[in-house]
């Protein structure tokens, strides 16, 4: 018990510059990781619907299509004028 109490308290002290930024940063920075989790759900649906990859190319591509998609919808451009671009077509 004493030993996890420890390890607590000393990741704690570790990232304690980091626990409460959104305080700092209010309606820049969001008080949860939803955001992250709700961008990341279609890709575990992916994933559990093809089984995963079979090949790391594959998978890196979906990774980096994601990425420029979601970076579009971000900014507010057309995600597929924004992967022509960059695809150089």
């Known amino acids: 018990c004493c030993d996890l109490t420890r390890d607590?308290?000393?990741?704690?002290n570790r990232a304690r510059d980091q626990l409460l930024v959104f305080l700092a940063y209010p309606g820049q920075v969001e008080p949860t990781n939803n955001g992250s989790e709700r961008?990341?759900?279609p890709a575990?649906?992916?994933r559990k619907v093809t089984?995963?990859?079979r090949a790391m190319w594959a998978a890196e591509g979906e990774?980096?299509?994601?990425?420029?998609v979601d970076t579009a919808r971000i900014t507010g451009s057309s995600p597929f004028s924004t992967v022509l671009k960059?695809?150089?077509a």
Do not use: S
């Open 86 to 88: 960059t695809i150089g």
């Open 44 to 46: 575990v649906v992916q």
């Open 63 to 68: 990774a980096a299509i994601r990425t420029v």
């Open 8 to 12: 607590l308290q000393a990741k704690i």
């Open 39 to 41: 961008l990341l759900r």
């Open 51 to 53: 089984n995963g990859y």
